[in-house]
């Protein structure tokens, strides 16, 4: 009840009124989420999941040749990558850190970086080693909607750049762009103004939710434009504006069964676990305890 009280006052003050969407009601145990799953949902099981590195982003700058081999032993066979201040290939050349993952099993389908900079050689030496993915993973709250609509047309541009290497571009949003800038809700601005030819987005379900809005009528009204989606559970001890309250999947208050259906029936295909918050634990722990949901997952 605690929780549903503070989605309940966060939606009055956003003028929702009475409406509450099923998932945003009251916190479910991993038990009951896995459960529901299998009575309610159509049944299906996640053969491939992968983790964004950042989740382990301390233990990868002290050794990330030991850490991606901890990931691949827990059960993850794709991993999303990042720019920790040594390049997406971590000091490596692209085709050594390519043999790496390879050697473990794992897929380096995807990494986040700065599209903004050095783009056709970082699409050039992701594509050369198969790649599917360059992200960029943020560019910060506007002060305007035409500085919104700027970057629209950078996503547009950075497609291009690209899709000439055979790779696609993504965004993954954060919660500012699904806040009200001069009367509009600059995500719906870009997904209706780039091209799906160019341009795919990352949904990251937990600042969607954070920012009161719903994954899964967002997943329905764009269908095969959110390609990929992390899974980032919320807590449900700590106020629900807490920008930071990411907690161990299946012990928070998101419904993934029923988002990562949505997902898969409207063109997601990458489920991409992702944990920044380690109250009573510690990233690599949570890694693994996150990588057996997954495995566990029935919907």
Known sequence: MKNRRKFIKLSTAMGMGAFIPLQFCAPKKESD???????????????????????????????????????AGFGYTQIEGFDGGKGIFWGMKN???????????????????????????????????????????????????????????????????????????AYHNHGYTFIDVDGQIPHDYMLNNTDPALVDFEMDTYWVYTAGKDPIEYIKKYPNRFTLGHVKDKSGDLEFSEPNGSTIIGTGIMDFPTILRAGMDNGMKYFIVEQERFDGTNPMEAAEKNAAFMKSLVF
């Open 95 to 169: 085709t050594e850190f390519k043999s790496l993952t390879e050697d473990l099993g794992l897929d380096f389908f995807a990494s986040h970086t700065d599209t903004y900079e050095n783009l056709d050689k970082q699409a050039e030496e992701a594509a050369a080693i198969g790649m599917k993915y360059l992200i960029n993973p943020w560019v910060g709250p506007q002060k305007s909607m035409d500085d919104f609509k700027r970057i629209t047309d950078d996503f547009n541009k950075h497609g291009e750049i690209c899709k000439k290497h055979g790779i696609r571009f």
């Open 33 to 71: 989420t896995l459960s529901e799953a299998v009575i309610s949902a159509s049944t299906g099981i996640l053969d491939n999941f992968g983790l964004q590195l950042y989740s382990v982003k301390e233990n990868m700058a002290e050794d990330p040749v030991a850490t991606i081999k901890a990931v």
